[in-house]
T-cell receptor
Framework: GAVVSQHPSWVICKSGTSVKIECRSL??????MFWYRQFPKQSLMLMAT?????????EQGVEKDKFLINHASLTLSTLTVTSAHPEDSSFYIC????????????FGPGTRLTVL | GQNIDQPTEMTATEGAIVQINCTYQ??????LFWYQQHAGEAPTFLSY????GLEEKGRFSSFLSRSKGYSYLLLKELQMKDSASYLC????????????FGSGTKLNVKP
């Protein structure tokens, strides 16, 4: 099956610092990747859609200057949380679209971010 | 808007059968997906329905009725490792890449 990796798996940082999270599709090319965040006991909330070689599309209410997304290649997308604050602490999950016909999304293992 | 409803939590016994329901009201529809998510981990794909009827994959089956906006995930011969959250997701009709997730059903399997 399609494998998506994420790094780091967890990170603790001080308030005001920036954190970069990488998402890689290991055995397939993903022209589109997705970034979600999930608070405890809640479902996934789509933050943005990342398209290779173009600007990301952000969901309503998500600050694009705070959550910088870069999709430089067909196998790598990065999410940078800039000037992180404690309220940014969450579980961040990326996913990538597989080939047709199902067009399902395969998820990375997630990154637990804790901002002190 | 998009509205996807699932029960919050269910409990079942090891070896039994459990059915997790999902109802949806969306402006468009192009497939319904079920994912399993263990605590602290990312979701894993279980099944996909786009036409009405039952799809069977081993111990797991998923059913869809588009006219009723209804789906269920059926888990047979429950095992302790099936304790997890089960997420129902509907794909947008106009954007293949956009999924709307329900809040998930936490399944507790007891011995």
């Amino acid at each position: 099956g399609a494998v998506v990796s994420q790094h780091p798996s967890w990170v603790i940082c001080k308030s005001g610092t920036s954190v970069k999270i990488e998402c890689r599709s290991l055995d397939f090319q993903a022209t589109t990747m997705f970034w979600y965040r999930q608070f405890p006991k809640q479902s996934l909330m789509l933050m943005a859609t990342s398209n290779e070689g173009s600007k990301a599309t952000y969901e309503q209410g998500v600050e694009k200057d705070k959550f910088l997304i870069n999709h430089a290649s067909l196998t790598l997308s990065t999410l940078t949380v800039t000037s992180a604050h404690p309220e940014d602490s969450s579980f961040y999950i990326c996913s990538a679209s597989a080939l047709p016909p199902a067009h399902t999304q395969y998820f990375g293992p997630g990154t637990r971010l804790t901002v002190l | 808007g998009q509205n996807i409803d699932q029960p919050t939590e269910m409990t079942a016994t090891e070896g039994a059968i459990v059915q997790i329901n999902c109802t949806y009201q969306t402006s468009g529809f192009n497939g319904l997906f079920w994912y399993q998510q263990h605590a602290g981990e990312a979701p894993t794909f279980l099944s996909y329905n786009v036409l009405d009827g039952l799809e069977e994959k081993g111990r797991f089956s998923s059913f869809l009725s588009r006219s009723k906006g209804y789906s269920y995930l059926l888990l047979k011969e429950l095992q302790m490792k099936d304790s997890a959250s089960y997420l129902c997701a509907v794909r947008d009709a106009y954007n293949f890449n956009k999924f709307y997730f329900g809040s998930g059903t936490k399944l507790n399997v007891k011995p």
